[in-house]
């Protein structure tokens, strides 16, 4: 089972120690990519190629600019038709005759026209 989110806190731990630790800063890239923080991943892994350069993180940059630049177009398509939808809504409002009080009241409170016995033979 992959534990991405404990991964992302315990390279912020390892960071917090030495911020020029490029393995933790590449580690927390990767945890983030995997957590769906593209934009968070990108800055990491940037980070990570300027203290270390490092093939392996600039093929992992690619991969996560990729994907996060998908899931921007995506929001932005999302945004642009929910915006789209809700201009064409209309709601048209009409006027209704109150109901007097009095007559709810009558409707509603009359008794009960019978009453029920029940016999149970054991």
Do not use: W
């Amino acid at each position: 089972m992959h534990r991405y989110l404990e991964a992302e806190l315990d390279a912020t731990k390892a960071i917090a120690l030495d911020s020029g630790n490029a393995k933790a800063i590449y580690r927390r890239g990767i945890a983030r990519k995997e957590l769906h923080n593209y934009e968070g991943s990108v800055k990491d892994l940037e980070r990570a190629i300027s203290l270390q350069p490092n093939k392996d993180a600039e093929k992992e940059l690619t991969v996560v600019k990729q994907l996060y630049e998908k899931t921007k177009t995506e929001t932005n398509k999302f945004s642009a038709q929910t915006t789209t939808s809700n201009t064409k809504k209309r709601m048209t409002i009409k006027d209704v005759e109150e109901v007097k009080a009095e007559e709810y009241v009558e409707e509603f409170s009359t008794p009960a026209a019978t009453v029920c016995s029940f016999t149970t033979n054991y």
